[in-house]
């Protein structure tokens, strides 16, 4: 969400009309199971048509935040000034992830938040599973935690935890800070467990990929045939501003040439930032990962997420490109990035419509959708799209789990 955005509704909620906050993120008409009844013929048939051509065991939403505030001994935990009005910025982040989250009773909310998010993905049990991510904290250089730079902690312990509670939906991703003192006794660990899949978020944990001290724990990744979804581009959402550079796709160039599995969640496709390879220029952040994407030496082990592309300040070239280019799309991995899609004020199927992507009718499906179900919203927007000029839309291999990173028996090569 950007700055002039949030900035806005923080007047408004610092002026006490805090029930502005609900319309922006979190006002839905009906509850899920509803939609099965109430929404119109015209748009289930619709949403069948989503779902053709996709092997269900193998659509994966590769992008789910675990939320939580540490209720009934979760070990959840938020940075307590986002919880404050003393910090308007962050207080307002807060407020508008809780009512996106569905949560409105504090003391139950880390289960109230699984209970809506399981209910959004099955009600629809095309929909497949949902990669639940740990959350690390950020540490400092010198291996210490740094809790005043941390919006929040989600331990690898409660992702396991709602593995077990909801073995058909839940895949757990775990997170761990490649410069903590115990990290690779904690990587091991958890790769014992069965886990595959690791979350970074460099700008917001502190986190340079490029750093010659984490080839110890890129050889542990290798060895249990990990992979690294890691944020790419500028971060909004949480606390990252000022380690933006961090998340450069050129500094990911260490582990892919190592041969780790490394997954660039949103394409990078927003900010800027310097290509080393070509006199330290200042380029969309999206050029870089479409630079190192193309290059065949790659082509086994980088992949790219498309979360958030839909969200209105990143709608265009990254999308543009990745139409334009259907060689690509087995390469491509599906994510929600929920609670984002449940932020009504991100998305705007208006905006769609007059850029060429939908038609009318089908932001008309969209818009039903979305009252019912935000996730499954967000799947149908990404299958509907079309390049305004030539109508290439997203593969059904770009929704199926690549063989290199899935367990999937029929995914895609």
């Known amino acids: 969400m950007n ?63 675990a939320v939580g505030l540490g209720t009934h001994g979760t070990n959840n935990w938020v940075n307590p000034e986002m919880q404050s ?16 989250s569905g949560i409105d009773d504090i003391d139950n909310a880390d289960q109230q938040y699984m ?33 005043d730079k941390s919006s929040f902690y989600i331990p690898n312990e409660y992702v396991f935890a709602m593995k077990d509670k909801y073995p058909d939906q839940i895949i757990p991703v775990i997170s761990v800070h490649p410069e903590r003192p115990d990290a690779l006794t904690e990587l091991e660990k958890w790769a014992k467990k069965g886990a595959k899949h690791i979350k970074w978020l460099p700008n917001a944990m502190r986190i340079d990929p490029s750093s010659e001290k984490l080839i110890p724990f890129y050889n542990m990744v290798k060895k249990y045939n990990m992979v690294i979804l890691t944020h790419t581009g500028h971060e909004k959402a ?7 550079k961090l998340a450069n796709p050129l500094l990911l160039k260490r582990p892919l040439d190592m041969g780790v599995n490394v997954i660039m969640a949103h394409l990078a496709s927003l900010g800027e ?19 190192l994407f193309k290059e065949k030496k790659y082509e086994k082990n980088l992949f790219g997420e498309i979360s958030g592309v839909t969200i209105h300040t990143r709608v265009g070239k990254a999308i543009d490109t990745l139409l334009a280019h259907p060689e690509y799309h087995h390469r491509i991995v ?43 919203f967000d799947l149908a927007l990404k299958r509907s799209l079309k390049h305004p000029k030539t109508g290439q839309k997203f593969k059904d ?14 995914s895609k090569n």
Not at 397 to 403: E, R
Request: aromatic residues 14%; hydrophobic residues 35%.
């Open 3 to 65: 700055k002039q955005i949030l900035f806005c509704i923080s007047l408004i909620i610092l002026s006490s009309c805090s029930a502005i906050v609900t319309p922006i993120g979190g006002s839905f008409d009906y509850e899920p199971e509803q939609m099965n009844k109430k929404m119109s013929a015209e748009t289930k048939s619709f949403l069948d048509d989503i779902f053709k051509g996709i092997d269900n065991d193998c659509l994966e939403d590769f992008h789910v935040h």
């Open 85 to 100: 009005m003393a910090h308007p910025y962050k207080y307002l982040q807060y407020k508008v992830y809780m009512s996106a």
């Open 115 to 147: 209970d809506r998010l399981t209910r959004l993905a099955s009600v629809d049990p095309r929909y497949g599973k949902l990669h639940l991510f740990a959350f690390d904290h950020h540490y400092n250089v010198d291996g210490t935690i740094n809790k």
């Open 238 to 244: 949480v606390e990252g501003e000022e380690f933006q």
């Open 273 to 291: 930032c310097t290509d080393f390879t070509d006199n330290n220029k200042e380029v969309f952040c999206f050029e870089l990962f479409w630079k």
């Open 334 to 376: 599906n994510g929600s990035d929920y609670p984002l899609p449940a932020i009504n004020i991100l998305y705007r199927t208006g905006q769609f419509e007059d850029m060429g992507y939908i038609t009318k009718k089908e932001r008309k499906h969209l818009n039903e959708i979305y009252e019912y179900n935000p996730l499954l």
């Open 397 to 410: 291999s770009a929704f199926l789990t690549p063989k290199e990173i899935g367990t999937c028996k029929s």
